[in-house]
């Protein structure tokens, strides 16, 4: 059976634009009409000054990291994953539910 790329991206969005109103607190975020050309961001209004691209893959390589950072949290820590590629800037990781709490720390 072969996959619609197309909608599963749309799908991705949605979830993602649904997942940022609830956890951000932006009841406005929509999905750009992708008609603004290459460097739309896919959600606007997201409620930040930020650009948010939604990526939705089969395999996130990174959820191990994700993962092992949550099962070694104790009960009242954050779990963050810190990464880079090699001679890659830094990059910070954690749940989109968490990003309120993060930002209130």
């Not at 790329?5 to 956890?23: F, L, N, P, T």
């Not at 406005?28 to 939705?56: N, P, T």
């Not at 893959?57 to 099962?71: H, S």
Request: hydrophobic share 40%; aromatic share 6%.
């Amino acid at each position: 059976m072969a996959i619609n790329s197309s909608q599963k991206g749309k799908r991705g969005e949605r979830q993602a634009r649904d997942a940022v109103r609830e956890h951000w607190s932006a009841p406005s975020c929509i999905r750009s009409a992708q008609a603004a050309g290459a460097f739309a961001a896919d959600l606007l209004h997201a409620g930040h000054e930020v650009h948010v691209e939604v990526k939705c893959v089969a395999r996130l390589g990174t959820e191990r990291f994700m993962l092992q950072a949550e099962r070694d949290a104790g009960p009242d820590e954050l779990p963050v994953v810190l990464m880079r590629q090699n001679h890659g800037e830094w990059c910070c990781m954690f749940r989109l539910r968490d990003s309120i709490r993060f930002a209130d720390m």
